[in-house]
């Protein structure tokens, strides 16, 4: 009789120690506030379509048409003295034509990674604050001349094809 009760009594302390270590290890993840806070502090910004010329030897030899998405600090992009668009498009300006980042002749040396990682960079540097804190390439097209003049079919060619995260909103009007 008494191992009959041992036995039981044995038999609950398990099925209650399974049940707290269940409901313990159950319990909701905890959650990162300030990681919360960053992400509702930012907001998506669509960008336009920026025409850059791609100059060489003789002149002009086409055109990279380039459309660029950005994550930025509400609070931060609000303060600043000259609008979002207008640096982020004189940025891309300096990147381009200045830098050359894209070498048009060998596309597959283009590092997409280390262009946003420059992007970014250049955009907070002259803002002298964190203001952008992720770049997405939504597209990278270079057209050549000779297609602008003769629009004929397979004369430009896409470079990059990139996608903004699901749930943005769609691309502003406008372009420059």
């Known amino acids: 009789m008494i191992k009959l009760i041992g036995t039981g ?8 120690g399974s049940v ?3 409901l313990k290890m159950a319990s909701a993840p905890k959650v990162d506030t300030a990681a ?3 992400e509702a502090a930012l907001e998506f910004v669509s960008g336009y379509t920026t025409t850059v010329p ?3 030897e ?20 609000a303060k600043q003295t000259v609008p979002l668009p207008q640096m982020i498009t004189d940025e891309l300006y300096t990147l381009l034509v200045g830098k050359k980042m894209i070498d048009v002749a060998t596309v597959g040396s283009f590092d997409v990674d280390a262009f946003r990682g420059i992007v970014k960079e250049g955009l907070n540097r ?4 964190e203001v952008i804190a992720e770049v997405y390439v939504e597209q990278i097209d270079y057209i050549t ?21 699901a749930g943005q909103p769609a ?5 420059h």
């Open 171 to 175: 691309e502003k009007s406008g372009g």
């Open 36 to 38: 919360a806070e960053r």
């Open 9 to 16: 009594v044995w038999i609950v302390l398990i099925t209650l």
């Open 145 to 165: 001349t000779a297609s602008v003049q003769d629009p004929a079919p397979k004369r430009g060619q896409t470079l990059i094809k990139g996608e903004v995260p």
């Open 58 to 77: 003789g002149g002009v030899n086409g055109y990279l048409l380039t459309r660029l998405a950005y994550k930025a600090n509400k609070d931060l992009a």
């Open 54 to 56: 791609v100059i060489g």
């Open 20 to 22: 707290y270590f269940s």
């Open 126 to 129: 002259r803002f002298g604050a």
